[in-house]
């Protein structure tokens, strides 16, 4: 699937765009191919999450491109498991992975993925995924690594390690510029992020391996960093591509599966997402799933309002939303 990108078209979704590109998305003849970015999307999140993450990475897309022209192309791994709705989805849609180099891609953006193993080079995915990174170094003048991806793609470059937190990095953090890059042009500091993981990088074992970093939170930790390699490498351990309810899916996601049994303890609120009240009211709540323990609780959830946000702040919610 190609989606093409200009700031005179607003595209709500890539299953919306059209196949063929307008006459106006066209190349005009006396253009180099420099006037259009090919970018590949390498889409790993779970079925529940693969429409939204396309539309969140294309809205990103979109408004960053400016005046210039954008093709989005998108793809899987093969080994990433998808139930038999989602391929139908995918068909037409997503390009086989191995035509990644047939495309000629200037760019690729490799998301993260639902872990089902206890290291990464357990995961199922593994070798296709690293296979991903050792293309993208050699045949990308940049590439975007998120979450899991960015953990995965740092283990396979220079054997650092993820360590694994007490207790999940989940919330909307404010991430503070640390270094005078380019890439942080026109980026006010501190940027509220969302972060969502169980698993963190060391700040010292990345700037030990060349890596630079860019933005941190002092509650989250590394946020953005990068490494130049024959492709500009960079690295988002947050989400900036969330949209306002993707923390509240995967929280009262996570309250089913502990009510299912399917997890050990009751997940903790987002840091910094919902208002005090609602706090208030989840606290009353989570006393009572953990003394009943029952999947009916889920539909009972108290009404959730999120906290304010700043004027001009980039992370934009609505005020209001019930479960």
Request: hydrophobic share 40%; proline share 7%; with cysteine.
């Amino acid at each position: 699937m190609t989606v093409p990108l200009d700031k005179h078209r607003r595209i709500v979704s890539p299953a919306l765009a059209p196949t063929q590109p307008r006459e106006a998305d066209r190349l005009d003849p006396g253009k180099t191919s420099d006037a259009v970015l090919r970018i590949g999307l390498v889409n790993n999140m779970p079925d529940t999450a693969l429409q939204a993450t396309e539309r969140q990475f294309t809205r990103l897309l979109q408004a960053a491109a400016g005046d210039r022209r954008i093709h989005l192309h998108c793809f899987s791994l093969p080994s990433v498991a998808r139930s038999a709705q989602a391929k139908a989805l995918m068909a037409g849609r997503y390009t086989d992975i191995a035509d990644l180099g047939r495309l000629k891609l200037d760019g690729l953006i490799v998301t993260g993925a639902e872990p089902v193993a206890a290291t990464l080079p357990e995961e199922p995915f593994w070798k296709d995924l690293t296979d991903v990174i050792d293309w993208a170094e050699g045949n990308t003048r940049s590439a975007i690594w998120s979450c899991l991806a960015a953990h995965a793609a740092v283990l396979h470059l220079d054997g650092i390690e993820r360590q694994p937190l007490e207790l999940k990095c989940s919330g909307v953090y404010d991430c503070h510029k640390v270094a005078d890059d380019w890439l942080m042009k026109d980026i006010r500091s501190p940027l509220k992020v969302a972060h969502s993981r169980v698993n963190a990088l060391r700040k010292a074992d990345l700037a030990d391996h060349g890596y630079q970093l860019l933005t941190e939170a002092p509650d989250a930790g590394v946020d953005i960093f990068a490494k130049r390699l024959r492709s500009h490498f960079v690295f988002f351990q947050g989400h900036p591509e969330y949209e306002a309810l993707s923390l509240q899916r995967e929280y009262l996601r996570d309250i089913t599966r502990y009510l299912a049994r399917q997890r050990e303890l009751f997940p903790e609120a987002p840091v910094g997402y919902f208002d005090p009240a609602t706090e208030s009211r989840l606290s009353t709540y989570r006393k009572r799933a953990c003394a009943e323990r029952q999947i009916p609780l889920s539909v009972e959830l108290p009404r959730i309002r999120f906290a304010p946000v700043p004027n001009g702040s980039p992370w934009l919610r609505p005020t209001t939303r019930p479960c």
